[in-house]
């Protein structure tokens, strides 16, 4: 069992910069969620995926943001232009898809935007 | 819209000791409920959930949770704190019915544990 992994861990990047993270799932599993977790604060929802596509995107989610999951296996999160109010760790997770199942959750990505 | 408040934001026990993390929810039908826990550098990991039939959900670690409708509460419980019990724990509600899936998190407590 590989778990949920994410790349990269750590990311620092000046303001207006371009980022990218992945995420691999567990391989058997449909859904991919994608979370924020600002210090202090418990993780907040921002979109998942059932396969490839896209079914729901929070309206924390700016245009700024883009999630993708081509080929239903691996996920990316870009932010364009980033923002110092982008600093935060971003966390995957994934579920076999059925209600009340469990999600599995990947270390996260720190993200520091200078 | 469903929320999630954990009142204590840092509860400090002495090892061997009772642990209760509080978890008040607000969901309109019956909701599936977490309870995760965070050690520093890790990822979330679940300690239990409950999603139907016995109210009174065992967990790993020791850990227990009772969910009680009438109070809106997912309260969790551990009858003798470990030092490695030291992190932070969230509790969440997840939707049921068609739109299954998303977490909505507290905003967790973190458990400091005195030797």
């Known amino acids: 069992d590989t778990g949920v992994s994410q790349d990269p861990r750590h990311k620092i990047t000046k303001r207006g910069q371009n980022v990218t993270f992945r995420c691999d799932p567990i391989s058997e599993h449909n859904r991919l969620y994608w979370y924020r977790q600002t210090l202090g604060q418990g993780p907040e929802f921002l979109t998942y995926f059932q396969n490839e596509a896209q079914l729901e995107k929070s309206r924390l989610l700016s245009d700024r943001f883009s999630a993708e999951r081509p080929k239903g296996s691996f996920s990316t999160l870009e932010i364009q232009r980033t923002e110092q109010g982008d600093s935060a760790m971003y966390l995957c997770?994934?579920?076999?898809?059925?209600?009340?199942?469990?999600?599995?959750f990947g270390p996260g990505t720190r993200l520091t935007v200078l | 819209a469903q929320s999630v408040t954990q009142p204590d934001i840092h509860i400090t026990v002495s090892e061997g000791a009772s642990l209760e993390l509080r978890c008040n929810y607000s969901y309109g039908a019956t909701p599936y409920l977490f309870w995760y826990v965070q050690s520093p550098g890790q990822g979330l990991q679940l300690l239990l959930k409950?999603?139907?039939?016995?109210?009174l959900v065992q967990g790993i670690k020791g850990f227990e949770a009772e969910f009680k409708r009438s109070q809106s509460s997912f309260n969790l419980r551990k009858p003798s704190v470990h030092w490695s019990d030291a992190a932070e724990y969230f509790c969440a509600v997840g939707a049921g019915g068609t739109s299954y899936g998303k977490l909505t998190f507290g905003q967790g407590t973190i458990l400091t544990v005195h030797p």
């Open positions: 997770a994934s579920s076999s898809g059925t209600a009340g199942d469990t999600q599995y």
């Open positions: 409950y999603f139907s039939g016995d109210t």
